[in-house]
């Protein structure tokens, strides 16, 4: 089982208005990912949780805040959103780096599609 | 900086025919390189290479890396309408979870 679960898949939001996507994974991986692909580019990484751990933060505005609850699951809080920040937000997850496992496969979830109005 | 260029970005065939997909790249601590094929939403994994010369094949996809001049290729013969898709290739470098994407090939397969 590869499955990487996000809900909701579709999401309208305001500017004013706070919301939160959600990820969940039941692989045992210790690492989680979010991503942002806008409509004909390569997926974008925003934040990597590695153990629990926020790892890599890609400069991304504090508009976007990320959570990892537990080892499962991974969250991201919308606050205060642009309607350019309006795109596909993937959510992957992969076994360890430090596991010494030669390359890493991320395996992604199907996505939240974002408007904001 | 770390990069990663496919080529062609777009490709229509007929049904039947056979496509080759290149991948070519420049990182630091290269450690492997993934092909993922999107349809709609999420990027499906393929394969993953990490050593030269050596094919990995599933059905009718195959691909192969070679470290020496830095590129890979994704085989897809007899093609059908379901190969339609984008076609994303990553470099893995070593020392972070980073992947660095190309811009994708785009392939039209026609009935």
């Known amino acids: 089982d590869t499955e990487v679960t996000q809900t909701p898949k579709h999401l309208v939001m305001g500017m004013t208005n706070k919301k939160s996507l959600k990820c969940e994974q039941h692989?045992?991986?210790?690492?989680m990912y979010w991503y942002k692909q806008k409509a004909k580019k390569p997926p974008e990484l925003m934040f990597v949780?590695?153990?629990?751990?926020?790892?890599i933060n890609e400069s991304v505005p504090s508009r976007f805040s990320p959570e990892c609850p537990n080892s499962s699951l991974l969250n991201l809080h919308l606050h205060a959103l642009q309607p350019e920040d309006s795109a596909l937000y993937l959510c992957?997850?992969?076994?360890?780096?430090?596991?010494?496992?030669?390359?890493?496969?991320?395996?992604f979830g199907a996505g939240t599609r974002l408007s904001v109005l | 900086e770390d990069k990663v260029v496919q080529s062609p970005l777009s490709l229509v065939v007929h049904e039947g025919d056979t496509v080759t997909l290149n991948c070519s790249y420049e990182?630091?601590?290269?450690?492997?390189l993934l092909w993922y094929k999107q349809e709609k939403k999420a990027p499906t994994f393929l394969f993953m290479l990490?050593?030269?010369?050596i094919e990995k094949k599933s059905g009718r996809l195959s691909s192969i890396l070679d470290k020496k001049e830095l590129f890979s290729i994704l085989n897809i013969t007899a093609t059908q309408t379901g190969d339609s898709a984008i076609y994303l290739c990553?470099?893995?470098?070593?020392?972070?979870?980073?992947?660095?994407f190309g811009k994708g090939t785009k392939l039209t397969v026609n009935p």
């Open positions: 992957a997850s992969s076994q360890d780096q430090e596991a010494g496992v030669r390359g890493n496969i991320q395996y």
């Open positions: 692989m045992g991986h210790r690492a």
């Open positions: 949780y590695s153990y629990e751990k926020l790892s």
């Open positions: 990182v630091t601590n290269f450690r492997s």
């Open positions: 990490t050593s030269s010369g």
């Open positions: 990553a470099v893995e470098t070593g020392g972070s979870e980073k992947l660095v």
